[in-house]
């Protein structure tokens, strides 16, 4: 038992102090200071939890006679040498948890029997109230403790954030977006993005082994070694073996990190890449998704190690997803493991940019369960190339989807996503992309309801391409050969509201006002609608990228 006792009580808690009355059924008092109690009034104790003091407590009942105590016992010697002459166990559940210790009386005769019946009524009441006394100070000094843990979370977290990209790079003919989401407030993964003298970028995806503070720390450090060294090295395997060489000798023990860099040129679409055992990048190309695999230890790990260093090209369309272990690593209610070839199918199915993220983060939130807790931090980086290609002097289109749809009413708010999905990468406003996809969901529409006659099994197909310049959809029905089919009217809103005419031709009416361009054309039984919008500029185009967001 550790509680230190002031002058009647051996308690942690505010010491509940008590005298002996001086006039007490009318006998004598002395109040000369050599009358005084012997116990002096800042007398602290510090019982050992095995001293045997205490098992003799917790078994006699009411006060005890210090002197007639025979008991090999530090505390008892200790209350002997300052006087003491009784002690009143202050006994709650079972358990001693103070003291109530009393010196010669004033009056210098022993202590009566009513007065140790007064005193162990004193004890019964005053044992309880030092316990609640105890348990507040505890949780004091528990809120105290968590308020300055809280605290050191957060400035950990306010340091960490520092080190993130304030905004991403703006390159021309490129989409770049990233994600960040720690396991708890701090983390060990990290992202950057560092303009070369030359114009091109080296960007790092990181994670350090463990979570919270230290991750974190190690995460600040490393982060500032690959920043110091990227201008100057320029290549990813020298950086990387830099960085590596130096942390080694001060990274704390068992810990690593994972790290892949790589250097883009905007122009050309040429990626320089290096990896120190993180997790292999995806690139979604026309033909289907490829890793970029290059191989290396992590960082800290060992000394003096080399980096394979290798070269790929992102041609217009392709995409490119830098990610790290926390959302493959991610397991379901039933242990199952999200996996990597989970995550490339998604990387496969979506062109890239924010719509990947999201897709990737609702498959995640999904995977894991509803409310269930994030295992590990989770990283995810884009990077896009939009079309731009050119062929012969002209701006040559490039197919960005195809695809076919049953003729069943509703599925024009299939198309219309999937038309969404397909031009994110595009530079186009928020209020464009939103007129289109009106567009689309019109004559979507027209073409299963009219066209193909709500036929399931005749498909509406839908062509998606685009230039620097445009983007054109194609929707294609079986309708063509409805050519003995009245032309109708143009609108006319008087003649409408007067009944006058019916609703056809306002479809049309509603597309040719929402894009740039409309063209029909029928061939045999084919009938297309080809719709076609105007990319904004640079200025709309930012301004859709912060709608988005």
Same mark, same amino acid.
Not at 47 to 76: K, R, T
Not at 207 to 219: N, S, W
């Given at each position: 038992?550790?509680?230190?006792?002031?002058?009647?009580?051996?308690?942690?808690?505010?010491?509940?102090?008590?005298?002996?009355?001086?006039?007490?059924?009318?006998?004598?008092?002395?109040?000369?200071?050599?009358?005084?109690?012997?116990?002096?009034?800042?007398?602290? !104790?510090?019982?050992?939890?095995?001293?045997?003091?205490?098992?003799?407590?917790?078994?006699?009942?009411?006060?005890?006679?210090?002197?007639?105590?025979? !008991?090999?016992?530090?505390?008892?010697?200790?209350?002997?040498?300052?006087?003491?002459?009784?002690?009143?166990? !202050?006994? *709650?559940?079972?358990?001693?948890?103070?003291?109530?210790?009393?010196?010669?009386?004033?009056?210098?005769?022993?202590?009566?029997?009513?007065?140790? #019946?007064?005193?162990?009524?004193?004890?019964?009441?005053?044992?309880?109230?030092?316990?609640?006394?105890?348990?507040?100070?505890? #949780?004091?000094?528990?809120?105290?403790?968590?308020?300055?843990?809280?605290?050191?979370?957060?400035?950990?977290?306010?340091?960490?954030?520092?080190? +993130?990209?304030? *905004? +991403?790079?703006?390159?021309?003919?490129? $989409?770049?977006?990233?994600?960040?989401?720690?396991?708890?407030?701090?983390?060990?993964?990290?992202?950057?993005?560092?303009?070369?003298? %030359?114009?091109?970028?080296?960007?790092?995806?990181?994670?350090?082994?463990?979570?919270?503070?230290?991750? =974190?720390?190690?995460?600040?450090?490393?982060?500032?070694?690959?920043?110091?060294? =990227?201008?100057?090295?320029?290549?990813?395997?020298?950086?990387?073996? $830099?960085?590596?060489?130096?942390?080694?000798?001060?990274?704390?023990?068992?810990?690593?990190?994972?790290?892949?860099?790589?250097?883009?040129?905007?122009?050309?679409? &040429?990626?320089?890449?290096?990896?120190?055992?993180?997790?292999?990048?995806?690139?979604?190309?026309?033909?289907?998704?490829?890793?970029?695999?290059?191989?290396?230890?992590?960082?800290?790990?060992?000394?003096?190690?080399?980096?394979?260093?290798?070269?790929?090209?992102? #041609?217009?369309?392709?995409?490119?997803?830098?990610?790290?272990?926390? !959302?493959?690593?991610? $397991?379901?209610?039933?242990?199952?493991?999200?996996?990597?070839?989970?995550?490339?199918?998604?990387?496969?199915?979506?062109?890239?940019?924010?719509?990947?993220?999201?897709?990737?983060?609702?498959?995640?939130?999904?995977?894991?369960?509803?409310?269930?807790?994030?295992?590990?931090?989770?990283?995810?980086?884009?990077?896009?190339?939009?079309?731009?290609?050119?062929?012969?002097?002209?701006?040559?289109?490039?197919?960005?989807?195809?695809?076919?749809?049953?003729? #069943?009413?509703?599925?024009?708010?299939?198309?219309?996503?999937?038309?969404?999905?397909?031009?994110?990468?595009?530079? +186009?406003?928020?209020?464009?992309?939103?007129?289109?996809?009106?567009?689309?969901?019109?004559?979507?529409?027209?073409?299963?309801?009219?066209?193909?006659?709500?036929?399931? %099994?005749?498909?509406?197909?839908?062509?998606?391409?685009?230039?620097?310049?445009?983007?054109?959809?194609?929707?294609?029905?079986?309708?063509?050969?409805?050519?003995?089919?009245?032309?109708?009217?143009?609108?006319?809103?008087?003649?409408?509201?007067?009944?006058?005419?019916?609703?056809?031709?306002?479809?049309?009416?509603?597309?040719?006002?929402?894009?740039?361009?409309?063209?029909?054309?029928?061939?045999?039984?084919?009938?297309?609608?080809?719709?076609? &919008?105007?990319?904004? %500029?640079?200025?709309?185009?930012?301004?859709?990228?912060?709608?988005? +967001?």
């Amino acid at each position: 038992m550790t509680d230190r006792t002031p002058e009647t009580s051996a308690s942690a808690a505010s010491p509940a102090r008590w005298r002996p009355s001086r006039r007490r059924r009318g006998a004598a008092v002395d109040p000369s200071p050599a009358a005084a109690p012997a116990v002096r009034p800042d007398f602290d !104790l510090d019982i050992a939890p095995n001293d045997p003091l205490i098992g003799y407590c917790e078994q006699v009942a009411g006060a005890i006679d210090v002197d007639g105590l025979e !008991l090999d016992s530090a505390a008892v010697r200790a209350l002997r040498a300052r006087g003491t002459k009784l002690v009143v166990p !202050l006994i *709650t559940q079972g358990e001693l948890i103070g003291l109530l210790a009393l010196g010669q009386r004033l009056s210098e005769r022993d202590y009566s029997v009513d007065d140790r #019946q007064l005193l162990d009524t004193l004890a019964g009441h005053a044992a309880p109230a030092l316990r609640v006394g105890q348990l507040v100070r505890q #949780q004091e000094a528990a809120l105290v403790s968590r308020e300055r843990l809280e605290q050191e979370l957060r400035v950990a977290q306010l340091i960490q954030q520092q080190f +993130l990209p304030k *905004t +991403l790079p703006d390159l021309p003919s490129w $989409h770049i977006a990233a994600f960040y989401r720690p396991a708890r407030t701090v983390g060990g993964d990290f992202y950057d993005f560092i303009t070369l003298p %030359d114009g091109r970028v080296f960007i790092v995806v990181g994670d350090v082994t463990d979570k919270g503070v230290p991750a =974190a720390l190690v995460m600040a450090s490393t982060h500032s070694l690959l920043r110091s060294c =990227a201008a100057q090295l320029v290549s990813p395997s020298a950086v990387l073996q $830099h960085v590596n060489d130096l942390l080694y000798d001060e990274i704390p023990a068992h810990m690593f990190v994972t790290c892949l860099a790589l250097v883009l040129d905007p122009a050309t679409g &040429v990626v320089t890449y290096a990896n120190a055992g993180h997790d292999l990048p995806y690139v979604r190309t026309d033909t289907g998704v490829i890793e970029l695999r290059a191989t290396g230890m992590p960082l800290g790990l060992m000394p003096a190690m080399t980096y394979e260093e290798k070269v790929a090209v992102l #041609q217009p369309g392709d995409s490119m997803l830098l990610h790290s272990d926390g !959302l493959a690593e991610a $397991h379901a209610p039933d242990r199952e493991m999200f996996g990597f070839p989970r995550l490339m199918k998604l990387v496969e199915a979506s062109p890239g940019g924010e719509a990947l993220i999201d897709v990737v983060l609702a498959e995640h939130s999904r995977f894991i369960g509803a409310g269930a807790e994030q295992e590990d931090d989770i990283t995810l980086v884009t990077l896009q190339r939009n079309i731009s290609a050119e062929y012969g002097g002209e701006a040559a289109e490039t197919v960005l989807e195809d695809f076919e749809l049953p003729s #069943q009413p509703g599925n024009e708010r299939e198309a219309m996503e999937r038309i969404a999905i397909a031009v994110r990468g595009l530079a +186009l406003s928020a209020r464009t992309l939103d007129r289109l996809k009106t567009a689309v969901a019109e004559t979507t529409m027209n073409a299963i309801e009219h066209g193909n006659r709500n036929s399931p %099994d005749v498909p509406v197909h839908i062509t998606v391409v685009g230039t620097p310049e445009f983007v054109a959809v194609t929707i294609t029905d079986e309708g063509g050969l409805a050519a003995d089919a009245p032309s109708p009217a143009a609108p006319d809103l008087d003649a409408k509201l007067a009944g006058l005419q019916t609703p056809r031709g306002w479809g049309l009416f509603l597309i040719k006002n929402m894009v740039d361009d409309v063209t029909v054309d029928t061939q045999g039984s084919r009938h297309s609608v080809r719709l076609t &919008v105007r990319l904004d %500029d640079a200025a709309s185009s930012e301004a859709s990228n912060a709608e988005q +967001l």
